[in-house]
């Protein structure tokens, strides 16, 4: 399978899966990275690792529905079979997310259906919850709602602060995110009547 990543920052999930990717074992390959963000530092260290990049600033086009048949244009060229938001900070146009509905998948940093949105450590830790984690799932209209394919759970500890629970959390979904991505190019967790249906394991 294809896959093309979605970024708007520092790319280290990005940079978890170029990784992961680079085994030839792995059923798909990243043939390129969009960014939204001219100055987003995963674009660096995409180029450096060789791969395409693009970047697609929102303020060039006049809406959003433009930016994101811009961002479709640039999938199609590089034909993407798989879309991966990772840290893509803007919500998708129905339409779009339509046109790759059970074909892309993202990462938020908390055990959803618990914060979703954005500060999601900061809220939990206000929360004392005693269990945070991570969650990849398909991406449908709503945000951070659709079919959860895989997630990951970390201890809260008492002295935590939002960044160390933040480190915890990232080093959970760098191991995760590639995990979801191969079940996923595999076939085996499939979007099927708004739940993931899982192929039988060998
Ligand atoms: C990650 O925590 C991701 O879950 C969230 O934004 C952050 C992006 O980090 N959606 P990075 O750009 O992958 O380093």
Same mark, same amino acid.
């Given at each position: 399978?294809?896959?093309?990543?979605?970024?708007?920052?520092?790319?280290?999930?990005?940079?978890?899966?170029?990784?992961?990717?680079?085994?030839?074992?792995?059923?798909?390959?990243?043939?390129?990275?969009?960014?939204?963000?001219?100055?987003?530092?995963?674009?660096?260290?995409?180029?450096?690792?060789?791969?395409?990049?693009?970047?697609?600033?929102?303020?060039?086009?006049?809406?959003?529905?433009?930016?994101?048949?811009?961002? &479709?244009?640039?999938?199609? +060229?590089?034909? %993407?079979?798989? *879309?991966?938001?990772?840290?893509?900070?803007?919500? /998708? $146009? =129905?339409?779009?997310?339509?046109?790759?509905?059970?074909?892309?998948?993202?990462?938020?940093?908390?055990?959803?259906?618990?914060?979703?949105?954005?500060?999601?450590?900061?809220?939990?830790?206000?929360?004392?919850?005693?269990?945070?984690?991570?969650?990849?799932?398909?991406?449908?209209?709503?945000?951070? &709602?659709?079919?959860?394919? +895989?997630?990951? %759970?970390?201890? *809260?500890?008492?002295?935590?602060?939002?960044?160390? /629970? $933040? =480190?915890?959390?990232?080093?959970?979904?760098?191991?995760?995110?590639?995990?979801?991505?191969?079940?996923?190019?595999?076939?085996?967790?499939?979007?099927?009547?708004?739940?993931?249906?899982?192929?039988?394991?060998?």
């Amino acid at each position: 399978k294809r896959v093309a990543v979605l970024i708007s920052g520092r790319g280290s999930n990005m940079s978890a899966l170029i990784d992961a990717a680079a085994d030839p074992d792995f059923p798909a390959e990243i043939v390129g990275v969009i960014s939204d963000k001219p100055d987003a530092l995963g674009l660096g260290i995409a180029a450096s690792r060789g791969l395409a990049t693009k970047s697609l600033p929102r303020k060039d086009y006049s809406s959003k529905e433009a930016h994101d048949g811009a961002i &479709d244009a640039a999938l199609v +060229a590089m034909k %993407a079979d798989l *879309v991966v938001l990772a840290g893509y900070m803007r919500l /998708l $146009t =129905a339409h779009f997310v339509e046109k790759w509905h059970g074909r892309m998948i993202n990462i938020h940093p908390a055990l959803l259906p618990s914060f979703k949105g954005l500060d999601t450590h900061r809220r939990a830790l206000e929360a004392g919850v005693r269990i945070h984690g991570c969650t990849v799932h398909f991406v449908t209209a709503e945000m951070d &709602d659709g079919p959860i394919i +895989a997630q990951a %759970a970390v201890p *809260v500890l008492s002295d935590d602060t939002e960044a160390t /629970l $933040t =480190a915890r959390v990232l080093k959970a979904e760098h191991r995760i995110y590639p995990l979801a991505l191969r079940l996923v190019a595999e076939g085996k967790a499939k979007m099927e009547g708004g739940r993931t249906v899982y192929s039988a394991f060998h």
